[in-house]
């Protein structure tokens, strides 16, 4: 399908969210959400089942941001999405007893399905997700009654993938075939140490291969959002493997510090 300029209307909304909220609470990480809102619009935008009016409906596919430091990310698209999270939320980014806090966290923000603290925990509760709704669907759905057909994504990032409980869980994960879950990894070569080429240079599409999972790579996901739906339908379609799609973006994406990493962490002096 084609995209225009509402689309990138969308996507720079959310990117401006995100830098807005982190510079107004002098504290947060801008980068990631603006490199990771091309793919967010795409999935929320062209495949996500919920209800923001229902936020806990069964069948409902589960999002899970594993590298929860990008969370105003997702809090930006939940504010969009009509979610119970107004612009003051936005405002209120990371202060005391706001239901934005600094990273994701169930229980106090409508429609964030699991916290997620430590790097690699997310991919973990991913991983745990849909290994429930395959579990829920293969007791309660019936021939012409396919009550539980929803999907799990995640969103990862470099940090997570050196994690080794997120290679655990996607063992698992490729052990038990689970086609409901498509991870999405943000492969921008960006820590907070720099360019990841101090520290990790593995080939991470052969690890997960051998996982035993299907892997897409899209290789410009700053720009393409047709090919970003293309590799999402393409997961989508392998039933009896997870997926990961690796995407190559630029942290930061637009800002006079993309593709470095001072756009990890918002730090501003007085």
Request: include cysteine; proline fraction near 4%.
């Amino acid at each position: 399908m084609a995209y225009g300029e509402i689309d990138q209307l969308a996507i720079n909304t959310i990117r401006l969210l995100a830098v807005d909220a982190t510079f107004n609470s002098n504290s947060g990480h801008p980068g990631a959400p603006m490199g990771m809102a091309p793919v967010a619009h795409v999935l929320f935008n062209k495949f996500m089942r919920f209800n923001p009016q229902n936020p806990s409906w069964l069948n409902r596919d589960r999002f899970v941001l594993s590298n929860g430091h990008g969370c105003m990310l997702q809090y930006a698209l939940l504010h969009l999405f009509g979610y119970k999270l107004s612009l003051q939320d936005i405002k209120d980014f990371r202060k005391i007893d706001s239901i934005t806090p600094g990273h994701p966290e169930a229980h106090d923000t409508p429609g964030i399905e699991v916290t997620t603290g430590p790097l690699g925990q997310g991919v973990c509760n991913a991983v745990g997700l849909a290994m429930a709704q395959a579990h829920t669907a293969a007791c309660f759905n019936k021939p012409g009654y396919e009550l539980i057909n929803n999907y799990t994504y995640c969103f990862l990032g470099d940090g997570c993938l050196m994690e080794g409980v997120s290679g655990e869980a996607s063992s698992l994960a490729g052990h038990l075939q689970l086609g409901n879950l498509i991870c999405i990894y943000d492969d921008n070569h960006i820590s907070i140490d720099g360019d990841i080429n101090c520290a990790f240079t593995e080939d991470v599409a052969k690890r997960y291969e051998a996982y035993g999972w299907h892997v897409v790579t899209v290789g410009d996901g700053d720009n393409d959002l047709a090919g970003i739906e293309a590799a999402i339908k393409e997961c989508q379609a392998v039933t009896d493997k997870p997926s990961m799609i690796k995407l190559r973006t630029t942290i930061g994406y637009g800002s006079l510090k993309q593709g470095t990493g001072g756009q990890e962490e918002v730090r501003l002096q007085p």
